[in-house]
């Protein structure tokens, strides 16, 4: 299998199915989307032609959700006599997934016996109006002249195949989670009502299947059955002659709560779109692309198959992004898959929001929206827990309820909760978005500090608060004592809290007594946040100038990493996941991490001192690890070791470096951390003193890299040119 990679897209001449290509060539709106399976694949494959919807998931048992894999509406394919396209033999094929408009096509030659058919099939969903999709079917009969038939469906067959939490077992049975409530005929196409099991949410998707005026139509038949419904046009092809049909659908679903009636809704929309046609929604959706471009994209001179990569990558950070919905954020995967029941995670605020914060402050602010829709869930699961204030799960479905069954990293993983004010912290700094502040975040920041008071245990004989029962961002550490991410970013959020409460005090007297008077906030409370911040435990090591990863890492058994690590298999597949805790070796090294969320905290001997120590015994068995490395080294001056990083991040899933893009999808927070790694790491972006600045540090084969990104409501443009004297010259200046 060999990916091509073109300025504007990726291809391949690899026509069979593979799911790592369906998973590579994914494609959507961040309102629906679906895995790059063949619109004229009729193989049952229920479970891996992945069409999913932000927001859609059902119950798989009592309190345990999953993203539904929605009814394919995508299927088109041709028939001369009995024989299909999925029947043909295949010549000349290409398929390519466009970046700047979101197009993915395939083209090729079938042969029918003696009769050869070129083909070509193209489709997009509009970013313009996220309802539409549109597939183009493009045939010229080559050497023949005869009858053909367009089938066009909608299949209700679609399942779920879930995915253990347990990472080494596996399973085989689907699970159904949608019901087909109507079918029923149009006069050139169909509409299908469906509805999940359990949380009773409709679907509905209706096509129209457009002919040009000049094909003579021979018949026209319409079924439907329990596995969906199909239209079927026959008509006389002549040889030579290109035969265009276009498929156009919308879909709604009963979340979008536009006060229509559904089925209005996507006929009503349907009738709109067809009166457009194709071109007009293509170009309406270009036009979209382009406008979303313009501040995301990335420019990279001298090296085109990392220009090409990181286009893939922002394209995908979009295109899995519902940036107009504030009730949803992103899963581990996106909408490229169900892996992880579709859950949300603390990937979304430290590795992916970035991203949106500088190229899309709206979408990013949706993100954070999501939490705050989801504060009263955080507090029912603080209760849960017995703690005070409000605790985000760690795994977190659409209506914010804890989905993990692991019982030590749902318990113990507890730094998400920090994460998640961090990124709204994040937000806030980069756009100026006061208004959010007030509105959303300030009560944010108070009830979790209020989770971390709870959290915290109080030794009076040494004076000093511990966290205790605590696991970090490396997941191989067992559950321990004082964690220093966790504890670092604890009292980060007690520290904001108060800060916002000063803050609020002072320039907005009203919103602080309407806020303190609603949570009941006492000062007795913020008295002991204060004592919390100046005596918590940050495991660290004077004589070495080095932060511990908590206080019970050095009494783990060392362990030769080369000699059980020879490839990018996680080791939890060799070693049992209980030993593997025992053993001083981290999954990805959580302060690593730290030191890039911080970099004016932490001096420079500090984080390379941190880098010298974690470094050699990190496995990066989490795809995480690599572009967290590769910003740190670029901030460090490490070249070669950034440059490796980077690239290991960057072709994570499109050259499967972990052995697993194509059974479980895409890996969304890795592609922020490659995302970051550039913009914070080569281009060494800072914001400093209300200003950007930076202090780029290119790869030797890259002579140049431009973009653009917001900061507080401006434009700016980054600009990095290498010079012949190899030293780099940059530009950093405000778009008029």
């Not at 989307?33 to 063949?38: E, L, N, P, V």
């Not at 507090?379 to 799960?393: N, Q």
């Amino acid at each position: 299998m060999h990916i091509h990679y073109h300025t504007d897209g990726i291809s391949t001449h690899e026509p069979r199915t593979n799911d790592l290509l369906e998973s590579i060539f994914f494609q959507g709106n961040g309102y629906m989307g679906a895995r790059g399976f063949s619109c004229e694949d009729q193989s049952c494959r229920p479970h891996q032609k992945g069409h999913y919807m932000a927001g859609v998931f059902d119950q798989l048992k009592p309190g345990i959700t999953d993203m539904v894999n929605t009814p394919n509406f995508l299927g088109l394919t041709v028939k001369i006599g009995d024989q299909s396209l999925s029947e043909a033999s295949i010549s000349g094929f290409q398929q390519k997934l466009c970046f700047s408009d979101g197009v993915l096509s395939r083209e090729y030659v079938a042969a029918f016996g003696q009769k050869h058919l070129k083909v070509k099939i193209s489709r997009f969903f509009s970013l313009y109006d996220v309802h539409i999709a549109a597939i183009r079917l493009e045939i010229t009969p080559l050497d023949f002249e005869g009858e053909i038939t367009v089938l066009a469906t909608l299949d209700a067959t679609s399942c779920n195949l879930p995915i253990q939490d347990d990472q080494v077992k596996k399973n085989t049975e689907t699970v159904r989670y949608v019901d087909t409530l109507a079918l029923s005929e149009l006069e050139d196409g169909g509409l299908a009502v469906y509805k999940t099991r359990i949380t009773g949410i409709q679907i509905v998707q209706a096509f129209n299947l457009v002919l040009p005026a000049s094909i003579v139509v021979l018949d026209k038949q319409r079924n439907s059955s329990a596995q969906g419904l199909d239209y079927q046009v026959t008509f006389l092809g002549k040889a030579g002659k290109t035969y265009i049909l276009d498929k156009l659908v919308t879909v709604f679903t009963s979340r979008d709560l536009n006060g229509e009636p559904l089925q209005s809704a996507a006929l009503n929309r349907l009738s709109l779109v067809r009166q457009k046609g194709y071109e007009q929604l293509l170009k309406e959706n270009r036009e979209e692309w382009a406008r979303r471009w313009e501040t995301a994209d990335i420019e990279i001179s001298g090296d085109h198959k990392a220009q090409c990569a990181m286009r893939w990558t922002v394209f995908q950070l979009i295109a899995n992004n519902a940036s107009g919905d504030s009730r949803v954020s992103i899963g581990a995967r996106g909408l490229s898959h169900a892996r992880y029941k579709g859950c949300y995670f603390w990937d979304t605020e430290i590795f992916m929001l970035p991203f949106y914060i500088y190229t899309h402050p709206e979408a990013a602010r949706n993100l954070l929206l999501y939490r705050y829709h989801t504060l009263d869930a955080a507090r029912e699961h603080a209760v849960k827990m017995s703690s005070k204030g409000a605790r985000y799960p760690w795994m977190s479905s659409y209506d914010g309820s804890e989905q993990c069954e692991s019982w030590d990293i749902g318990a113990c993983e507890v730094h998400i909760t920090a994460d998640v004010v961090y990124g709204m912290d994040h937000y806030i700094r980069i756009t100026g978005d006061t208004q959010f502040l007030l509105d959303h975040a300030a009560e944010v920041y108070l009830e979790t500090a209020r989770f971390w008071e709870s959290r915290f245990t109080y030794d009076p004989r040494n004076d000093q608060y511990n966290m205790l029962f605590v696991k970090g961002p490396d997941e191989y550490c067992g559950v321990t004592r004082n964690n220093a991410y966790t504890n670092i970013l604890a009292v980060y959020n007690l520290s904001l809290a108060l800060d916002t409460l000063n803050f609020l005090k002072d320039r907005y007297r009203d919103v602080h007594d309407r806020l303190t008077g609603k949570l009941g906030l006492t000062e007795e409370e913020c008295s002991k946040w204060r004592d919390i911040i100046k005596k918590a435990v940050i495991p660290y090591d004077k004589d070495k100038d080095l932060y511990l990863q908590d206080e019970t890492f050095m009494l783990l058994e060392p362990l030769d990493v080369s000699s059980v690590k020879s490839d990018n298999i996680p080791l939890y597949h060799k070693i049992c996941f209980d030993r593997l805790q025992r053993y001083r070796v981290l999954k990805q090294a959580d302060l690593v991490l730290l030191m890039t969320l911080f970099p004016q905290k932490f001096t420079t001997a500090q984080k390379k001192a941190v880098w010298d120590f974690y470094e050699p015994i990190t496995l990066h068995d989490s795809t995480l690890s690599y572009g967290t490395h590769a910003l740190l080294a670029a901030q460090l001056a490490m070249k070669e070791k950034a440059w490796d990083y980077f690239c290991k991040s960057l072709y994570l899933d499109l050259e499967d470096v972990m052995n697993n893009t194509g059974n479980e999808g895409l890996h969304l927070a890795a592609l922020g951390a490659t995302w970051q790694a550039l913009f914070f790491g080569f281009a060494g972006l800072r914001f400093e003193d209300n200003e950007p600045k930076a202090y780029p540090f290119l790869p030797d084969n890259w002579s140049g890299l431009r973009f653009t990104f917001w900061y507080k409501g401006r434009k700016w443009r980054f600009e990095a040119q290498r010079r012949d004297d190899n030293t780099v010259e940059s530009n950093l200046h405000p778009v008029l």
